[in-house]
C-alpha cells in the first residue's frame, strides 16, 4: 500500500504553545485530509485540502497542501488540554479507498 | 442520530472462534471500509464495499471476509480467529465531497483474541 509518513510520532507541549507536525507521501495526491482521534473513539475529520497550495482553517487548527502535492502541514495554535489525541494524515488511493498515516500521539501538559 | 454505528464495542475471543463485527450507516452513503487499527501501524485497509452489492479487498484481507448486506450495512466476519486478529476494527463511510468529503468513522469495535 500507499507510504504516508507522518513526523513527529509523538509531541509533548506546554498549554498554549503551538503545535506543528507533517505528513510526507511517495506519489502526488489530489486530496489530503486531517483527522483527530480522542482516546477509545474513531477518527473524526479536521481539515480536507483540495488544492495545491491551498490553506485552510478551522478555528485554531490551520492546515496546508504542499506544493510538491507530496505533503501536507497541519498547525495548532495557542493548545489546550482537548487538543490531545493522535492527528492522522490521509490521502487518496484506487477505489475510493484512502490511506493513512501512522499518526502524530499530542499530549498537552496543563 | 446520523452516524456510522459498530457492534459489539467489545470483545473477548478464543483462538479459532468466529464472529461477526456489525456495521450500520443512516446517512445513504455509498461506499463503506473495514479498517484495523493496530500500535505505531495507523490504520490499514481490510475490505471496502464501493456500492452495494460490490466487495474489494484492501491491504490486509487475509483471515477475514465481508458482507455487504444492503446500502446501510456492511458486516465484517473472523471465520477462525487468530491472535494476529487482535486490534481494533473500524467501520467507515465515505462522505461526498459536497458535504465535507472524507470518511465517517465508528467509534471502533476492540476485539482480544486469546
Known amino acids: 500500500g500507499q507510504q504516508l509518513n507522518q513526523s513527529p510520532q509523538s509531541m509533548f507541549i506546554q498549554e498554549g504553545e503551538d503545535v506543528s507536525m507533517n505528513c510526507t507521501s511517495s506519489?502526488?495526491?489530489?486530496?489530503w485530509l486531517w483527522y483527530k482521534q480522542d482516546p477509545g473513539e474513531g477518527p473524526v475529520l479536521l481539515i480536507a485540502?483540495?488544492?495545491?497550495?491551498e490553506l485552510t482553517s478551522n478555528g485554531r487548527l490551520t492546515a496546508q497542501f504542499g506544493i510538491t502535492r507530496k505533503d501536507s502541514f497541519l498547525n495548532i495554535s495557542a493548545s489546550i488540554p482537548s487538543d490531545v489525541g493522535i492527528y492522522f494524515c490521509?490521502?487518496?488511493?484506487?477505489?475510493?479507498?484512502?490511506?493513512f498515516g501512522t499518526g502524530t500521539s499530542l499530549t498537552v501538559i496543563p | 442520530n446520523a452516524g456510522v454505528t459498530q457492534t459489539p464495542k467489545f470483545q473477548v475471543l478464543k483462538t479459532g472462534q468466529s464472529m461477526t463485527l456489525q456495521c450500520a450507516q443512516d446517512?445513504?452513503?455509498?461506499?463503506m471500509y473495514w479498517y484495523r487499527q493496530d500500535p505505531g501501524m495507523g490504520l490499514r485497509l481490510i475490505y471496502y464495499?464501493?456500492?452495494?452489492?460490490t466487495t474489494d479487498k484492501g491491504e490486509v484481507p487475509n483471515g477475514y471476509n465481508v458482507s455487504r448486506l444492503n446500502k446501510r450495512e456492511f458486516s465484517l466476519r473472523l471465520e477462525s480467529a487468530a491472535p494476529s486478529q487482535t486490534s481494533v476494527y473500524f467501520c467507515a463511510s465515505k462522505v461526498p465531497r459536497g458535504w465535507g468529503g472524507g470518511y465517517t468513522f465508528g467509534s471502533g469495535t476492540r476485539l482480544t483474541v486469546v
Open positions: 446517512m445513504n452513503h455509498n461506499s
Open positions: 464495499s464501493a456500492s452495494e452489492g
Open positions: 485540502l483540495y488544492k495545491a497550495g
Open positions: 490521509a490521502g487518496p488511493g484506487g477505489g475510493n479507498q484512502f490511506y
Open positions: 506519489s502526488i495526491f489530489n486530496t
